[in-house]
């Protein structure tokens, strides 16, 4: 069975025909390189990291970051998160009525990932209007 993690020292090139003549003080491990084969699992978690997200362009602050149903404690309550992203999206696409590809454009993104935006932001606010759960807007 062969071992998951291998590693194997090697000589850098060039550097095994060049002998100090102090050899005796020179410590023999010292110029050597070491290269490392990872497992599958390990080589798996490295590829399959998630993409830096990128930044979207962003016209507005909310000034109010809670809503919640009346007469209910927000502490008896289920709470939805929505980023401003998503909130933005919605602001756009509902309050503007922009089309979607005029949207991406003043938000700096694809089509398709405003259309996963929008997904988004309107899957978490149905489930908090159709539940009674609180929306918390946080801003990243």
Known sequence: MEPD???KVLEPEGEEDHVAED????DPEENKIITKNFSFQESFLFNNM??????RKINFEPSITYFKPKNVYLKDLKI??????ELE???????E????????IKMETSQ???????????KKVSKALVEGCAIKIIKE
């Not at 998630?50 to 930044?55: E, L, M, T």
């Not at 999206?89 to 309050?95: P, Q």
């Open 89 to 95: 999206a919605l602001r756009l696409k509902n309050i």
């Open 50 to 55: 998630p993409r830096h997200k990128s930044c």
């Open 5 to 7: 993690l291998m590693v």
């Open 80 to 85: 939805i998160k929505l980023n401003v992203e």
């Open 23 to 26: 050899a005796e003080d020179k």
């Open 112 to 122: 398709s990932t405003f259309q996963r935006i929008l997904c988004s932001a309107y």
């Open 97 to 104: 009525n922009l089309n979607q590809n005029e949207c991406s």
